[in-house]
């Protein structure tokens, strides 16, 4: 089993939907969580974190966790062509700050 | 205009060279890291640095090392030894070693092994 696994995609949605993207994780005594955005051929480029049960917004976004399921999602409200990206789901390691990313979500928003 | 840079953006190697991937950063961080992402796949972890004069293998760190010689400054060399090195490297930097701080990326360099 990995230790943080996404749906690779890709995920396609219409222009002004809601976008849904998925991440769950194997260590339970995990603490932080990240969302990455990620264009093709760029560096990946932070849009949430989350340390505590329960959603978070930001804008357009929302991070949603839940530790007893051990799954972090990230919500796109209002969906825009310049979302399509591929978004990697991160969690924290204690040890040195480490991050451990999954393989990342391919998002596809079609006009 | 704080942030991460890193270069060159591009990098060709023959088989059997050593190439040293410069990654520097004013954004006053203690914390370094180098990953390493190939096409399809997320980012695994070469080698971190929590401060200067320290560092630590990371889970793909064989064919690698780094140094950390100022706080600004931790350039990775990709030796022959590593036997697959095509790939994009990514330099990240966050304010402490803590899993809680987020982690900040450099714009990478894609290395392409001739």
């Known amino acids: 089993q990995k230790e943080v696994e996404q749906n690779s995609g890709p995920l396609s949605v219409p222009e002004g939907a809601i976008a849904s993207l998925n991440c769950t994780y194997s260590d339970r005594g995990s603490q932080s969580f990240f969302w990455y955005r990620q264009y093709s051929g760029k560096s990946p480029e932070l849009i949430m974190s989350i340390y505590s049960n329960g959603d978070k917004e930001d804008g357009r976004f929302t991070a949603q966790l839940n530790k007893a399921s051990q799954y972090v999602s990230l919500l796109i409200r209002d969906s825009q062509p310049s979302d399509s990206a591929t978004y990697l789901c991160?969690?924290?390691?204690?040890?040195?700050?480490?991050?451990?990313f999954g393989q990342g979500t391919e998002l596809s928003v079609k006009p | 205009d704080g942030g991460i840079t890193q270069s060159p953006k591009y990098l060709f190697r023959k088989e059997g060279q050593n190439v040293t991937l410069s990654c520097e950063q004013n954004l006053n961080h203690d914390a370094m890291y180098w990953y390493r992402q190939d096409p399809g796949q997320g980012l695994r972890l070469i080698y971190y640095s929590q401060i200067v004069n320290d560092f630590q293998k990371g889970d793909i760190a064989e064919g690698y090392s780094v140094s950390r010689e100022k706080k600004e400054s931790f350039p990775l060399t990709v030796t022959s030894a590593q036997k697959n090195p095509t790939a994009f490297y990514l330099c990240a930097s966050s304010i402490a070693a803590h899993s809680n701080n987020e982690q900040f990326f450099g714009p990478g360099t894609r290395l392409t092994v001739l």
């Open positions: 991160a969690v924290g390691r204690n040890q040195g700050g480490k991050l451990i």
